[in-house]
């Protein structure tokens, strides 16, 4: 299915946009692009995001409204460098925003900040959410609870955790081994903290068996999302180093969920990193890519379009930039 997509914000570039629908107004936070002066490599020290910005629309036609600066790594006393992925989930009236960020020892962790209004500020807490690790935290709620989906490797550093610890040196399972898993794990009712260890999310071929490691086209490797469609449970993700987005589909949150097939093509630079999101009885596609930097794949633009599902809910395809 070819879509034509539109650029948000070209007055800077933006990344990694996590987006929800807040107040009858669609919310946009993304991750923040600029130049590092750090060469690129697989452990993504080119990323210099220092910030993160909220931005809001009335419809996917409509003018963007930058809100501004909501966090800075300056505001987080825990904090070393590299604010990655984040999310927004709402509850009782406080905005809660989820991001990853490498501490002093250059560890990706996972903090939370509060807010009073979707466009922010948000005041971070003074200490990483215990037992977190790694990147991309999606928040997710079903039936009053909430939930948060995480993980990413190589520089994600997933690799360097076996049963929720650090396991050094962070080695990648072998090509026939069974897949590293992204992670899910249910929030407490103060939204602050988790409520149980982080569980595995599995996901499975068409057999039932585990997705191998060297099944890249498949694989995850990054930026996990959650939405729900005709009571179904949609996981999606990155598959990396071969730069599709793709989906599995499950019964309940936590999983198993089994493979259904691409959404994205590969889009111009590296990554690939999304949000599924539906507005006014649409469904929306909000990702990136690098045309706009030239292909520089630690400068990416965010962008959005449609996306449309068949009679068996498949989510038919979108071509990449």
């Not at 790594?73 to 989930?89: E, T």
């Not at 990147?135 to 997710?140: E, G, L, R, V």
């Not at 997933?158 to 069974?178: F, M, T, V």
């Amino acid at each position: 299915m070819k879509k034509k997509a539109r650029y948000l914000f070209p007055k800077d570039y933006m990344a990694d946009p996590s987006a929800h629908v807040f107040n009858g107004k669609i919310y946009i936070y993304p991750s923040h692009d600029r130049e590092s002066g750090i060469a690129e490599n697989d452990q993504g020290d080119h990323f210099d995001m220092q910030d993160y910005h909220a931005f809001s629309l009335t419809s996917t036609d409509a003018e963007v409204v930058d809100h501004g600066k909501i966090l800075s790594v300056a505001d987080i006393p825990w904090g070393g460098r590299q604010l990655w992925d984040s999310d927004v989930a709402h509850r009782d009236g406080k905005y809660y925003l989820y991001f990853s960020l490498k501490d002093k020892n250059d560890i990706f962790r996972l903090g939370v900040a509060v807010g009073d209004r979707p466009e922010g500020p948000f005041i971070p807490n003074p200490d990483p959410i215990r037992g977190s690790y790694s990147i991309d935290p999606c928040a997710f709620e079903d039936k009053g609870q909430y939930y948060l989906y995480f993980g990413g490797i190589w520089g994600g550093q997933l690799q360097c955790y076996r049963n929720n610890k650090l396991s050094l040196p962070g080695e990648l399972p072998q090509a026939d081994e069974p897949a590293l898993c992204p992670k899910v794990v249910r929030l407490s009712d103060d939204m602050l903290q988790f409520d149980e260890e982080p569980r595995d999310l599995l996901i499975l071929d068409g057999n039932g068996e585990p997705l191998l490691q060297g099944d890249i086209d498949r694989r995850f490797f990054e930026a996990s999302w959650m939405h729900c469609y005709q009571g179904k449970y949609y996981f999606s993700y990155s598959t990396g180093d071969s730069h599709l987005l793709c989906y599995a589909i499950g019964d309940n949150p936590y999983g198993p969920f089994t493979y259904q097939g691409v959404i994205l093509t590969p889009v111009v630079g590296w990554t690939t990193h999304h949000s599924i999101v539906e507005f006014e009885s649409k469904w929306y596609l909000f990702h990136h890519d690098a045309v706009p930097s030239g292909g520089k794949t630690w400068l990416r633009s965010m962008k959005v379009t449609e996306i449309e599902y068949d009679d068996n809910g498949r989510i038919l395809t979108v071509e990449g930039s």
